[in-house]
């Protein structure tokens, strides 16, 4: 094996290796199989176009065509395409799976099932790191810097998986990896040299050190591999033991992958302070509007079923999120919500719901309406009283239980306080209170300035909080925008009340804090709307439902839902609107209640809707989407087989002239014969410039090439010795000629030399547009020539055997 092709086996292996670190992110490593075979094509095209050879952007530019026709050929009919053709496919359907896949890594919690997005993002992630290797460590020959993609591979899976993905496991692989190209290349570069020595025999002068002895003496020469070998391998262990011995190091890169998140076996465990709404705007602005969750409810008001997965409660100056808190068994029957009064209780209507999640959601949080009061549901969960939640429990290193494919039933209560009950409400109880209206000293005077502009004159909690909950949503200006940036701390709210656009995230998060400024309890629930209710019954929740709400607390009612965010399709709560029409009829009309949100199997009026609503997919209706493994109308593999090679064709079509050349060079110095040889001389020198002088004599011949080429020595001498056969193999006794081997290595040597003289532009014509290529022309023109001419031969001696009868 050549040293070039082991460098290519070696750079295969290490990205290999490194992508092992990828496997824990997902449940499934099958896609490193096909990685594998995707790595080997690269590296076997870039193989060819280094031994042909091409230059180096070309090989990189065939290598990088060749994947990504060979990953559209894989993915063909994975997406949805908008159009006809292989443009519109690479375009659409091929960008869509990109962006399918981006939304994926946002929504899914690790490990996360291996969807075709997800599958793409990580076997195009490979390609393009095994070419950034291949690319370094071959075809520019450095392999040290080739460790650069390597560790940007290992340290993005370390990052996503928080360190799932880098046990000490991976980083043996990745290193050992490295440390294989790192030896390759070194035994590469030594035999350039020579030999590879090794400690001198024992009785024996090393020649390398010039002492002597029985054995391996202090000066006696080491073999450079070996110690190689020994560095890497001290190296090595040194990263991986020293870690262990630090505590302070305990947590990084190489600690133990989930540490930090609880929730063991027991009545023990936490659970850790998480920020679910990472997806949530890429949710909302996804092009898959795929289902989620299907429920069948006995609800008399789908508008109020909200399916809740958790409570963002500590708000600490950065952002909100869900506190830490201890979990609990799941008891059957789900304790009393806090701040729930009897009365309140006795006027709520107990609600039955079952839910199945999709099996491409992998939600950790069980989403149910609130309050829930018992949970039917298999697998290992636990309870996080504060919140009401259910989290899924550890089931084994890096593996939680999550919702993935569950079916469950959850029994509810539908609250229906009214609005003289929460204006009455007394005041909350000293720790929620203490709790539930902490805010952080960064945040910016305006937020509380604004809310006690707004609700000015108002008397009590609930008049409040109805004035903020119409400031946002009705009369304050705001716009609902999700492709605004989704920042949630102090200086986020500080901007979106002053730039007044944003998407729920905003709205809730800034009545929350307001809410707290003006001494009410509040935190930030994250869930879905109701969905869409179908003909048959049941209720489909999309990604598109995803949203959050600010809930506030009031004594006797407990924890009660508001909605700021001015959204088509988002209800809000009866007790929260004014029971008399309003006192200004200029008012912005206000939004509807509950009762006339019920979902409708009638077609929506989407002519009506404005081209802005129908790109968020708020037009009334779910947005139509094809199933991920339907195919669509995108084209089929043998469509996409027939276009890849039919491209691979035209562009193949540029380097005829180079591969003839290569053709015919290849069988002049394998023919064994001396004016082959020649012949191919004089072309090499005609592609780079030098015409042939049919009317010099081989030596008068040889001396052109010498002058016009400016050869130095070494090829001047090569040329001279090719000439000097020639003449001998025309003029002297037979038995004379020159070797064979020897003449193909000569006129191999001054072709080097002439290329080395030429600029890149002629010498990238000398390799693609070689002028001896003219050639071809003669010899057809010759061949229809003598076509021609036997054709008329043919044509005159069949008139010359036909008789001529005269006239009678």
């Not at 993609?149 to 290193?175: I, R």
């Not at 290992?380 to 999550?402: M, Y």
């Not at 009829?585 to 009762?595: D, F, G, K, M, Y």
């Amino acid at each position: 094996m050549s040293g070039r092709a082991r460098l290519t086996l070696f750079a295969v292996l290490a990205t290999l290796l490194t992508s092992w670190s990828l496997v824990a992110l997902v449940d499934s490593a099958g896609w490193l199989l096909q990685a594998a075979l995707l790595l080997a094509v690269q590296s076997g095209v870039g193989a060819a176009g280094r031994r042909v050879p091409l230059a180096r952007p070309l090989t990189v530019a065939g290598q990088a065509l060749v994947s990504l026709l060979v990953l559209a050929f894989l993915f063909a009919g994975k997406g949805e395409s908008t159009g006809t053709g292989p443009v519109a496919y690479l375009v659409t359907d091929f960008g869509a799976l990109f962006r399918r896949g981006v939304s994926d890594v946002g929504e899914f919690a690790i490990p996360a099932p291996l969807t075709d997005g997800i599958r793409l993002l990580l076997l195009a992630g490979v390609l393009l790191i095994g070419l950034l290797v291949d690319l370094l460590a071959v075809t520019v020959r450095t392999a040290a810097a080739a460790g650069l993609p390597l560790l940007a591979l290992y340290s993005v899976a370390a990052g996503l998986s928080s360190g799932a993905g880098a046990s000490w496991v991976s980083f043996l692989l990745a290193g050992g990896g490295y440390l294989l190209l790192l030896l390759a290349e070194g035994r590469d570069r030594l035999a350039q040299w020579g030999r590879v020595f090794g400690g001198a025999p024992a009785g024996r002068v090393s020649a390398a050190s010039g002492y002597g002895g029985g054995g391996p003496g202090p000066g006696q020469a080491v073999s450079p591999v070996r110690t190689g070998r020994r560095i890497g391998a001290v190296a090595l262990g040194i990263a991986l033991v020293v870690p262990a011995g630090l505590p302070a190091l305990g947590g990084g890169l190489l600690g133990a992958a989930g540490d930090s998140t609880g929730g063991g076996s027991g009545t023990g465990g936490t659970i850790s302070a998480v920020n679910p709404l990472v997806s949530l705007q890429g949710s909302l602005n996804a092009q898959d509007n795929r289902v989620v969750l299907k429920y069948r409810t006995d609800s008399p008001q789908l508008g109020e079923q909200y399916l809740r997965i958790l409570a963002l409660d500590e708000f600490n100056g950065v952002k909100w999120e869900a506190s830490g808190r201890t979990l609990t068994d799941v008891p059957e029957q789900l304790p009393k919500p806090p701040g729930l009064s009897d009365q309140v209780r006795a006027d709520a209507v107990e609600v039955r719901t079952s839910i199945s999640a999709a099996d491409t959601y992998a939600q950790r949080y069980l989403p149910m309406p609130y309050p829930a009061m018992g949970v039917d549901i298999p697998g290992k969960w636990r309870f996080e009283p504060a919140g009401r939640t259910l989290v899924g429990d550890q089931l084994g290193k890096d593996r939680f239980q999550n919702v993935q494919g569950a079916m469950y039933t959850v029994r509810s209560l539908l609250l229906q306080p009214t609005a003289v009950e929460l204006q009455a409400a007394p005041e909350a109880n000293p720790g929620i209170r203490a709790e539930y209206t902490k805010l952080p000293g960064n945040l910016p005077a305006v937020v509380g300035d604004t809310a006690r502009q707004v609700t000015k004159g108002a008397k009590d909690d609930y008049t409040r909080a109805v004035k903020l909950q119409d400031f946002f949503a009705v009369n304050g200006g705001f716009r609902y925008d999700t492709k605004v940036a989704s920042g949630t701390g102090p200086e986020a709210i500080a901007r979106f009340l002053a730039d007044k656009e944003g998407f729920c995230i905003h709205f809730a998060f800034s009545m929350a804090a307001m809410s707290r400024s003006l001494g009410i309890p509040a935190r930030v629930a994250v869930g879905f709307t109701p969905g869409e209710k179908q003909s048959d019954g049941s209720v489909n929740v999309s990604m598109r439902d995803a949203h959050a709400w600010p809930e506030l607390y009031f004594e006797g009612v407990g924890w009660t839902r508001f909605e700021p965010t001015p959204r088509q399709g988002i209800t809000v709560p009866d007790y929260s609107r004014p029971r008399a029409p309003a006192a200004q009829p200029s008012a912005p009309a206000p939004l509807p209640s509950s009762s006339a949100a019920q979902p409708s199997t009638a077609p929506s009026n989407a002519d009506a809707c404005p081209p802005e609503l129908k790109k968020l997919g708020e037009c009334g209706g779910a947005a139509p989407h094809q199933n991920a493994g339907s195919g669509g109308d995108g084209p089929s593999a043998g469509s996409v087989l027939a276009w890849t090679a039919g491209v691979l064709a035209v562009l193949g079509l540029p380097l005829l002239p180079l591969l003839w050349r290569t053709r015919v060079r290849s069988r002049r110095l394998a023919a064994g014969t001396v004016l082959p040889a020649w012949r191919e001389l004089g072309d090499a020198a005609w592609d780079a410039g030098i015409p042939p002088d049919e009317a010099l004599s081989p030596r008068r011949a040889a001396g052109r090439i010498v002058v016009l080429g400016r050869l130095d020595q070494e090829a001047a001498q090569a040329v001279h010795r090719v000439a000097g056969a020639v003449e001998r193999a025309l003029y002297a006794p037979p038995g004379a000629e020159a070797a064979c081997e020897s003449l193909a290595a000569d006129v191999l040597l001054a072709r080097a030399a002439l290329l080395a003289g030429l600029g890149r532009g002629a010498r990238l014509r000398a390799l693609l547009l070689p002028r001896s290529a003219v050639r071809l022309q003669w010899a057809a023109a010759a061949r229809w020539s003598s076509l021609t001419a036997r054709t008329a031969a043919l044509a005159a001696r069949t008139r010359a055997r036909i008789p001529v009868r005269g006239r009678g």
